[in-house]
């Protein structure tokens, strides 16, 4: 999944992967989070704004980085006890953010990995990110209680995000 985003990135042109890249990875990788996300309707329309990225409202976003400001970023030194993360040099702020938080939620659960469902509910956590800005703007609200009422039912089930 990570390195279908990576190669929407070069693709499209853009300086950093970001979290509309991991969104649309994401969607296309992961049975459970388009479950989530909704039916047919839902999905073709979100994956009509994510494809439109590189040629639409989207070309606002090259040549800048993506960073809302909403969620804090700290390197893993200043957290105790965490692990260092994976190699996000080339990731946006908010993406190296929402991979870290997906990581938390799995280990908050007692899991290895996370799931695409736990990257999903990351996504969504920073309501100023591009991948916030494109499930708004696709019509698709109320992630949060869609991913908590089906916490039970994924937990453990999705492919881990790697």
């Not at 980085?65 to 080339?90: F, K, N, Q």
């Not at 938080?101 to 999903?120: F, S, W």
């Not at 100023?128 to 698709?140: C, F, Q």
Request: net charge negative; aromatic share 2%.
């Amino acid at each position: 999944m990570v390195a279908g985003a990576r190669r929407r990135a070069v693709r499209d042109g853009d300086r950093q992967i970001d979290t509309a890249h991991l969104l649309h990875s994401l969607l296309e990788h992961d049975p459970e989070a388009r479950a989530v996300v909704g039916g047919p309707p839902q999905l073709a329309r979100l994956l009509g704004y994510l494809v439109q990225r590189s040629i639409g409202y989207g070309l606002r976003w090259q040549g800048s980085v993506e960073d809302s400001g909403a969620l804090a970023v700290l390197p893993t030194t200043a957290v105790p006890g965490a692990r260092e993360p994976r190699d996000t040099a080339g990731w946006s702020p908010a993406a190296a953010a929402a991979l870290a938080d997906a990581r938390e939620r799995a280990r908050l659960r007692g899991e290895p990995r996370a799931t695409g469902v736990d990257l999903l509910a990351a996504l969504t956590a920073d309501p100023g990110s591009r991948a916030a800005e494109v499930l708004e703007r696709a019509g698709i609200r109320d992630l949060d209680t869609r991913i908590a009422g089906g916490a039970e039912e994924c937990a453990g089930d999705g492919e881990p995000v790697h």
